[in-house]
C-alpha cells in the first residue's frame, strides 16, 4: 500500500482513498468538476463540512494557532440600532425603566447613557429583570436616593455576559479561528455571536487583559494537512458516503467505526507530540486511557 506523504495529498487522492475504503471505483478530476458520477457528487457535497468536523473532534498540532487578540474598548455593543429611548425610571426598589417595545429579557445586560435628572443610572451595565413588554427592572438598584427622572436617556442592550461586566473585556475573534481552545496563561472565557468570513460578529469576552486565545485554525487547502489527519479524514469520508453509495448498512457501519478507531488512534498519537492533555471529557479519549 502506498504511504502518503506528509503534506502534499491532493483532494482527488484523499477522495479517492474514501472511496477505496468502501470498495467503490476511483473518480476522477473532470467527474468531480461535473459532479458526476454520484461518488464524485457526494464527495464534493460533504468535503467542507467533514473537514471542519474533523477539524473541531481534536486540538491538531498542526492547525493550532496563538492569537493575540484586538480589544474592543468597554462592552461589544450590539448595533446602533439597538438602542431605545427611555420615558421614564422610577424611584423604588428596585428601580423600574420604561422603554416601550424594549424587546428585552430577563438576564440581558444593558446600558444606560444620557438621563436626565437621575444621572446616577448613565454609563452603567445592568442586569435586568422583564417586567412587561414596556418596563423591566434593574436588578439590585435601589434609586430610591437617587435624583428624581426628568426626561430622556437611552438604553442598549449590551454583548456581554454577567460575570464579566464590573472588570471584562470584548475582543474580536479572528475570521480563521475554527475553535477557540484557551486563553495563553488561563483564564475564563465565552464567545457569543455568529458570523462568517465575510461578516464577523463573533466575540470573545474575558476578565483577561491583553488575551492571547489559542484555538484550531481552519484549514482547507490540502497541501496543509498532515498525514494523520488525512487518515481521519478519509475514513470520515467513508463513514458519510458509504450507505448513500452502496446501500448497505454494513458497509455504512463498518465505516464509522473505522472512523472512530482512526479518531482515537491519530488523536493519543498526536497528543503525545504536546504538553496540553487531550480533553479527558470526551468519550473516544476516555476509552483510550485519557480519564
Known sequence: MAVLPDLNATQLEIMNQALDHIGEKNITAAQLAALEPKAARLMANHWDNVIVEVLEAHPWNFAKSHWPLEYELGYGIYTTDDSIDITGITQADPAVVTAVSHGFLTDYLVYIEDVGGMEEVNERVFEIT????????????????????????????????????????TYKVPSDCLMAWAIDGGGDFE?????????????????????????????????????????????????????????????????????????????????????????????????????
Not at 139 to 151: C, F, G, L, V
Not at 152 to 158: D, I, N, S
Not at 207 to 227: C, F, H, P, Q, Y
Request: charged share 30%.
Open 130 to 169: 422583564k417586567v412587561t413588554d414596556d418596563t423591566f427592572s434593574l436588578n439590585e438598584i435601589d434609586s430610591q436616593i437617587y435624583t428624581t427622572y426628568t426626561s430622556g436617556g437611552t438604553v442598549t442592550r449590551k454583548e456581554a455576559l454577567s460575570k464579566y461586566k464590573s472588570d471584562g473585556y
Open 191 to 291: 464567545i457569543i455571536g455568529g458570523g462568517d468570513a465575510t461578516n464577523d460578529t463573533r466575540r470573545l469576552l474575558t476578565a483577561v487583559e491583553d488575551a492571547v486565545l489559542i484555538g484550531i485554525s481552519s484549514r482547507t487547502t490540502d497541501t496543509e494537512l498532515t498525514r494523520r489527519f488525512i487518515k481521519v479524514l478519509t475514513a470520515r469520508l467513508a463513514a458519510e458516503v458509504a450507505f448513500p453509495i452502496t446501500k448497505k448498512t454494513e458497509i455504512h457501519k463498518d465505516m464509522w467505526a473505522l472512523y472512530n478507531y482512526q479518531l482515537v488512534d491519530s488523536a493519543v498519537k498526536d497528543c503525545k507530540e504536546t504538553n496540553i492533555k487531550p480533553n479527558s471529557k470526551d468519550p473516544w479519549l476516555v476509552g483510550a486511557g485519557y480519564e
